[in-house]
C-alpha cells in the first residue's frame, strides 16, 4: 500500500481559517479501507440485532455527551450558527435512535401468506445486510445528511465507509471515532478524506456492495455511471428547487415565517430549503409584506452563516441578475446583496418561469415569490420542473388534497421541512433529485437484501412442478385457478 503524501486543508469559511488537515485518501488506500470493512461486515452483522442496538446506543450516549464539540468542529468547517450545528446534531442522533430501536422489527425475518396454491410452504422473509455500503455525503448538512444512510446501514448490520464533503472532513472523523470505542475499536465505520477522485475510487472499490450518495445531480451522474461498470446499486440524493403553496386560506404569518425560515437559514444552502414561493392572488399582497418585514430583519453573518462554498455566491448572483433583468421585482435586497462569500437576504417577486432563478437550483438565500389565480396553477408551476425533493404547503383546508397533486418525495403541510425531522417517514426524492430512500422503514430496506424462503411442510395434494406430473393435476390446478379468479 502506498503512504498518503498528499494533504489538504478545511478551512473556516467565516475567517478563512484553515481548521484541520486531513490526508487525500488515493484508490489504494480507499481500496484497503474496504477490504478491512469487509471483514469488519461479517463480525457486525454476525452480532444480530440485539447486541448491535446495545453498541448503537453506546454511540448515541457518545455523541449526545460529545454535542457541543462536535457543533463546534460544524460550525468551524461550514460557518453556520452553533445553534444551527446543534439543530443538525439533534436531529441525527434521534434518527440514530429510531433506526437502532426499529431494525429488528423491520428487517428481522417474518412469516408472510404462502396463498392458496403453495398453502404446503411456509413462507418467510428477511432483510439480511448488503455488506459495505459505501456513503459519499455533501457539506452542507455534514452530519444530518450522511447519518441518514450511516445510520440506517449501520442499525441494518453493514459495515460503512465513508468519503465525506473536502469541505467538512473533520466533522466526519469525530462521528467515526466516537463509535470506534462501542464496536472495540472494530473498522465498523472507517473515513476516507479527499476530493472527487477519492470518492470515484469508493464506487469503483472491489467488496463495496452499494453507494449512498448525497450531492448535487451532475455529481450524482457520474456516481452512477462508476457504479455501473460494477453493478453497483445506488442510492441517489440530489438537489431540489422546492416549492411552497400558499392558499387563500392559509395562516398567512405561520405560511411568511416558513418561507423566511425555510428559504433564509443555513443561507439557503438546504436541499430542501424553500426557493419558490406560489400564492394566491387574493392573499399575495398580504403574504409579501409579511416575508418582507421578516426577511429585512434577518442578517448574513448573525442569523446565518456565509456560503460555505465561496463559488456559490457567483450562482446566487446570476440568479438574482437574470430574475431582475427579466422583470422581476426585488422587494427584499437585490445585486448589491450578494457579496464575495457573505450573501444578505434577497426576495424577487414575479419571476418569469423560465428564469434561471425558478428552474435551477439556486443555494443561496433568494426566495422567489410568485403570484397565481388559483392553486391548480400554483401545482402546475410547482411540478414544472426536473426536480422533485420536497414542498410545502399553507392551507386550512385542502393541505392533503394538494400535497398528494405534487411530484416529489416529501411535503411538509403547514410547516416547513417538519418531515425530516420524523425518523419514521422515508426521506428522498424523484427525477433530478435522485431515487431511494433514507429514514424510516424504507431506509432500512435500502442497506439490505431481502431474502425469500419457501419451507415445504406436508407434500402438495397436487404436484405439478415435477415430471412426475399428471394432466389430472394440471386440471385441477386450472380449475381452482378458474373459479377464483375467473369470475
Ligand atoms: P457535490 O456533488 O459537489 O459533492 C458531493 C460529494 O461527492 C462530495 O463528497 C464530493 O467530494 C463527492 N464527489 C465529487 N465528485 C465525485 C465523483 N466523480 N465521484 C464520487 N464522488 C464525488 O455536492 P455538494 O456541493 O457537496 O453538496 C451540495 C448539493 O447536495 C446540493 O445540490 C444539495 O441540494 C445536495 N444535497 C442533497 C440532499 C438530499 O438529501 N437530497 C441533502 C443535502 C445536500
Given at each position: 500500500m502506498s503512504v498518503d503524501v498528499e494533504k489538504f486543508g478545511s478551512r473556516?469559511?467565516?475567517?478563512?481559517?484553515?481548521?484541520g488537515t486531513h490526508p487525500v485518501h488515493g484508490a489504494a488506500e480507499v481500496r484497503a479501507a474496504v477490504t478491512r470493512a469487509v471483514e469488519a461486515a461479517g463480525w457486525w452483522g454476525g452480532l444480530g440485532f440485539a447486541e448491535r442496538r446495545r453498541r448503537l446506543t453506546a454511540w448515541r450516549r457518545a455523541l449526545v455527551h460529545r454535542l457541543d464539540d462536535l457543533a463546534g468542529t460544524v460550525s468551524a468547517e461550514t460557518g453556520k450558527p452553533l445553534d444551527d450545528a446543534r439543530l443538525e446534531l439533534v436531529l441525527a442522533i434521534d434518527h440514530l435512535d429510531w433506526a437502532t430501536r426499529n431494525a429488528q422489527r423491520v428487517l428481522g425475518r417474518r412469516r408472510v401468506g404462502p396463498g392458496l396454491l403453495m398453502s404446503n410452504q411456509a413462507a418467510t422473509l428477511a432483510y439480511p445486510p448488503i455488506g459495505v455500503v459505501g456513503v459519499i455525503g455533501p457539506w452542507n448538512y455534514p452530519v444530518f445528511t450522511p447519518m441518514g444512510s450511516i445510520a440506517y446501514a449501520l442499525a441494518a448490520g453493514n459495515a460503512v465507509v465513508f468519503k465525506p464533503s473536502e469541505l467538512t472532513p473533520g466533522v466526519a472523523v469525530a462521528l467515526a471515532d466516537t463509535l470506534a470505542e462501542a464496536v472495540d475499536g472494530r473498522p465498523v465505520l472507517q473515513v476516507v478524506t479527499g476530493l472527487a477522485d477519492t470518492g470515484a475510487a469508493l464506487c469503483r472499490?472491489?467488496?463495496?456492495?452499494?453507494i449512498a450518495f448525497t450531492g448535487s445531480t451532475a455529481t450524482g451522474r457520474r456516481v452512477m455511471a462508476a457504479c455501473a461498470e460494477n453493478l453497483v446499486p445506488v442510492l441517489i440524493e440530489c438537489g431540489g428547487k422546492d416549492a411552497m403553496i400558499v392558499d387563500s386560506d392559509a395562516d398567512l404569518e405561520a405560511a411568511a415565517d416558513a418561507a423566511v425560515w425555510g428559504g433564509m437559514a443555513n443561507a439557503g444552502q438546504?436541499?430542501?430549503?424553500?426557493?419558490r414561493v406560489y400564492v394566491l392572488e387574493e392573499v399575495a399582497d398580504e403574504f409579501t409584506a409579511k416575508v418582507v418585514d421578516k426577511a429585512r430583519g434577518l442578517r448574513a453573518g448573525t442569523d446565518f452563516g456565509p456560503m460555505?462554498?465561496?463559488?456559490?455566491a457567483e450562482v446566487v448572483r446570476r440568479h438574482v441578475d437574470d430574475a431582475l433583468a427579466r422583470g422581476g421585482r426585488a422587494?427584499?435586497?437585490?445585486?448589491?446583496?450578494?457579496?464575495?462569500?457573505l450573501v444578505e437576504p434577497v426576495v424577487v417577486l414575479d419571476?418569469?418561469?423560465?428564469?434561471c432563478a425558478v428552474t435551477?437550483?439556486?443555494?443561496?438565500p433568494l426566495l422567489v415569490v410568485n403570484r397565481v389565480p388559483d392553486v391548480d396553477e400554483a401545482v402546475r408551476r410547482a411540478n414544472a420542473t426536473a426536480y422533485g425533493l420536497g414542498a410545502s404547503v399553507f392551507s386550512a383546508a385542502r393541505g392533503e388534497k394538494i400535497a398528494a397533486a405534487l411530484r416529489c418525495g416529501m411535503v411538509a403541510i403547514n410547516g416547513?421541512?417538519?418531515?425530516?425531522?420524523?425518523?419514521a417517514l422515508p426521506f428522498g426524492g424523484v427525477g433530478?433529485?435522485?431515487f431511494g430512500r433514507i429514514h424510516g422503514e424504507d431506509g432500512l430496506r435500502e442497506f439490505t437484501r431481502p431474502q425469500a424462503v419457501a419451507r415445504r411442510r406436508f407434500g402438495a395434494p397436487?404436484?405439478?412442478?415435477?415430471?412426475?406430473?399428471?394432466a389430472w393435476g394440471m386440471k385441477a390446478l386450472v380449475g381452482i385457478v378458474r373459479l377464483r379468479h375467473g369470475r
Open positions: 473556516d469559511p467565516r475567517t478563512g481559517e484553515i481548521v472499490a472491489p467488496g463495496i456492495g452499494k438546504t436541499c430542501v430549503g424553500v426557493e460555505t462554498m465561496t463559488s456559490q422587494v427584499v435586497g437585490g445585486p448589491e446583496s450578494v457579496g464575495e462569500s419571476v418569469p418561469e423560465d428564469s435551477e437550483e439556486t443555494f443561496g416547513v421541512i417538519s418531515f425530516a425531522g420524523i425518523p433530478d433529485s435522485g397436487v404436484v405439478v412442478t415435477s415430471f412426475r406430473r399428471t
